[in-house]
């Protein structure tokens, strides 16, 4: 906040982190006591960890042309691609099978497959209606949109979390009758 980065930092602070990334979102899965089943949606997990990447790749260059004068609005670009990106994350959720490492990961979702299939199928759901919100709100008005943009982000989040406790707590054997 109070200094410019310097060139160096400019160039290669951002592709740095991309490689860093990467490279741990492909070592990270064997870690999880549930790899097998990242196995079978490995194809959709691949494509986020690149999509995620490509994201990067695309701030960095538009860092690089504001610094070099070019006449780009930043927000607006960050928005309609970060709203492609909660698009993509929502139709490809609904494919991942329980793990530790990707998806909406709750006690409640960890603990019983259908809470799993079925919370991730509303986050799905959820994160597609945030990235199109997102994606419209890069036209609106700057505090108004990113408002509006980031409150759809937290409901999002917020959604099927609370769903998946909702489901739990449904599918839970209750408490012996006692009564005569």
Known sequence: ????????????????????????????????????????????????????????????????????????DITTVVFVCGGAGLVLLGNLLPLARSNFIFGIRTPWTLSSEDVWRRAQRVGGYALVAAGLLTMACAFFARPVGAAVALASVILAGVIPVVYSYVLWSGNRPGPPNTSP
């Open 1 to 72: 906040p109070n200094r410019y980065g310097s060139r160096a930092e400019a160039g290669f602070l951002l592709p740095g982190l991309m490689v860093a990334l990467y490279l741990v979102m492909q070592w990270y899965p064997s870690r999880d006591p549930r790899s097998s089943n990242i196995a079978k949606f490995r194809g959709a997990y691949d494509a986020i960890v690149a999509a995620t990447i490509a994201f990067l790749g695309v701030v960095h260059v538009l860092v690089l042309g504001k610094g070099l004068g070019w006449p780009v």
